[in-house]
C-alpha cells in the first residue's frame, strides 16, 4: 500500500503548489495555457504559429516541457519570445513544482500569456494541475479518431480540443463525427478548432480565441 | 524522499518478477515481444498484420495493455487469436506483476510467439521490462524524425525500430536520414523495418524476421 499512499501525498502536494502558482499568476493577471498531446501531434509547431500571429499584440511566454533535450526551446527562442527550460530528467509530465520554480525566471509583471508545452504524453500529464486557466489537448488526425475514448481524461479536462493535420486527413481514415461525437461523450463544454500548420488552417481562429480570453484578464 | 525510495522498490519488485516471467517463458519457449510507442503510431495495424500473416505458421496470442478500454482487444480477437485484456485504470504503462497475471489466463504450453501491446506512451512503458526477449518501437512518420531523440529510452532499449505509415512521408517533411542517424547514435545495434498498413509495404519482411527468431527457440 505504500505506493498508493506516496502518490496520495504527491497529488496533494501538487494540489497546494497549484494553488500557489495560480495565486501568483491571478495578481498578475497572466492567462496560462497548459498545452498538452502525445508525441508528434504538433504541439511545438502550433505554438511556433500562435507566437508569430500574437506577439506584437501581447507579452508572451513559454514554458517548455522535455526530458532531456531544449530542442523546442530553441525552436521557440527562435520566435523572439522568453522561455524557461524545464528538463524532467526522464519523467513523464510537468507538475506545479517544477512550474513555480520556472516561474522565479520570468518577469511576470510584463507578461499577457504564458503557454506550458507540456512533455509529449496523452496519458500522465493530464493528471497533474499546474496552475494553468485551462487546457488544451491536440490531437492529429493521422493518430487516429480512437484516441479520445482510449486516452479520455486529457480530453475530459481540456477546455480546447484541437484537431491538427487537418491537411492529412484525405490520406488516413480518420472519422471526423466519431471522433466530435466521442470527445463530446465525456467532455460537453470542450471547444473545438481543426489546424493544419503546413496550410495555415484554422489558426487566426485559435489566435482569436486565446487572444478573446487574454483581454478578459487585463 | 519517500517518493525515490518507494519507486526504487517498484522497480526492484518489477525485475524480480520480470525475471520470474521470463524463466516461466523461456521453459515453455515462448518468444516474446513488447511492443511500444506513442498513442497513433499504428502498433495496434501492424499487428493486425503480423496475426493474418503468420498465425497459420505458428501458434500466437497477444495481450493488450490499455487504460481503460477493449477496443484493441476487440480488434485482435476479430483475426482469431488468443487475447487477454490488461486495463491499467489510468497506469501510463504495463508492468511485470501485470504480465504475470495475464499469463495465468494463457496456456502458454502450446504458444511459440507471445506479443505484448503496451500502453500507448512513449516515455513510461520503456522502463518497466516485463519478462520479454526483445522490445520493438514504433515510430510513424508524422510523428516527426526528433523523437529519439527527445524520448530516448524506447529506442535506446529496442531491438528493433519500426518506422510505420511510410506511405504518408510524401506529405510530411520527416528526415529519413536525420532519423536513421539519430537512432544510432543512441543505439548502434537496432533492426530498422519500414511499414506502411495501408500499403503493406514492410510487412513481409518484419514478419520474416519475426519468424527467424521464433525458430531459434523451438
Redesign the interface.
Known amino acids: 500500500m505504500?505506493?498508493i499512499k506516496?502518490v496520495t501525498?504527491?497529488l496533494k502536494a501538487n494540489d497546494e503548489l497549484t494553488a500557489e502558482n495560480r495565486k501568483k499568476l491571478d495578481e498578475k493577471a497572466v492567462y496560462v495555457i497548459n498545452l498538452m498531446s502525445?508525441?508528434?501531434?504538433g504541439k511545438t509547431s502550433i505554438l511556433e504559429k500562435i507566437l508569430a500571429k500574437l506577439k506584437s499584440d501581447m507579452k508572451i511566454a513559454v514554458i517548455e516541457g522535455?526530458?532531456?533535450?531544449t530542442?523546442?526551446a530553441q525552436r521557440i527562442e527562435a520566435k523572439g519570445v522568453p522561455v524557461v527550460q524545464i528538463n524532467t530528467g526522464?519523467a513523464?509530465h510537468l507538475d506545479a513544482y517544477m512550474i513555480k520554480d520556472a516561474l522565479n525566471n520570468l518577469s511576470l509583471d510584463e507578461l499577457d500569456l504564458l503557454i506550458v508545452e507540456n512533455?509529449?504524453?496523452?496519458?500522465?500529464p493530464a493528471?497533474f494541475e499546474i496552475g494553468e486557466d485551462i487546457k488544451i489537448t491536440v490531437?492529429?488526425t493521422?493518430?487516429?479518431n480512437?484516441?479520445p475514448?482510449?486516452?479520455?481524461?486529457a480530453f475530459e479536462k481540456s477546455g480546447v480540443v484541437i484537431l491538427n493535420?487537418i491537411?492529412?486527413i484525405p490520406?488516413t481514415d480518420f472519422d471526423k463525427q466519431k471522433f466530435y461525437d466521442d470527445v463530446r461523450s465525456i467532455n460537453d463544454q470542450a471547444i473545438f478548432f481543426e489546424t493544419s500548420c503546413k496550410n495555415d488552417w484554422g489558426l487566426d481562429e485559435l489566435c482569436a480565441w486565446i487572444e478573446s480570453k487574454v483581454k478578459t484578464l487585463s
Open positions: 505504500s505506493e506516496v501525498n504527491i502525445s508525441p508528434g501531434s522535455d526530458l532531456y533535450t530542442m523546442d526522464g513523464c512533455v509529449g504524453n496523452l496519458v500522465c493528471e490531437l492529429s493521422t493518430e487516429g480512437d484516441k475514448l482510449k486516452y479520455p481524461l493535420k491537411d492529412l490520406y
